[in-house]
Nanobody
């Protein structure tokens, strides 16, 4: 079955860190671009990071310098390391496959994992 499954969300204090995982099944993690998105409570979903055609990740300005996207081929898993978390980072975070920077929509969405940052 082709799917991506997120994990690693939770409650963290402001300034803390979390690492989200995106386990890929049915294909290998570097076959397709992996993007990260989030949807804050009551707001629209937004792109957090996307993979450029060169393979390097790009980030939305609000997370630059704090978040890092990476992939582990051996574990067939993508990660989003989030440091210096702020209350405004509170959201449901999604990984998505078959997505490169500039694409209209990913081909495959995960179910999401909730990140709550307390002040």
């Amino acid at each position: 079955e082709v799917q991506v499954v997120e994990s690693g969300g939770g409650l963290v204090q402001a300034g803390g860190s979390l690492r989200l995982s995106c386990k890929v099944s049915g294909f290998t993690v570097d076959d397709y671009g992996i993007g990260w998105f989030r949807q804050p409570p009551g707001k629209e979903r937004e792109e957090v990071s996307c993979e450029s055609t060169s393979g390097r990740p790009n980030y939305v300005d609000s997370v630059k310098g704090r978040f890092t996207a990476s992939e582990d081929k051996a574990k067939n898993t993508a990660y989003l390391q989030m440091n210096g978390l702020k209350p405004e980072d509170t959201a449901v975070y999604y990984c998505a496959a078959d997505y490169l920077c500039g694409d209209a929509q990913p081909g495959l969405w995960g179910q999401g994992t909730l990140v709550t940052v307390s002040s």
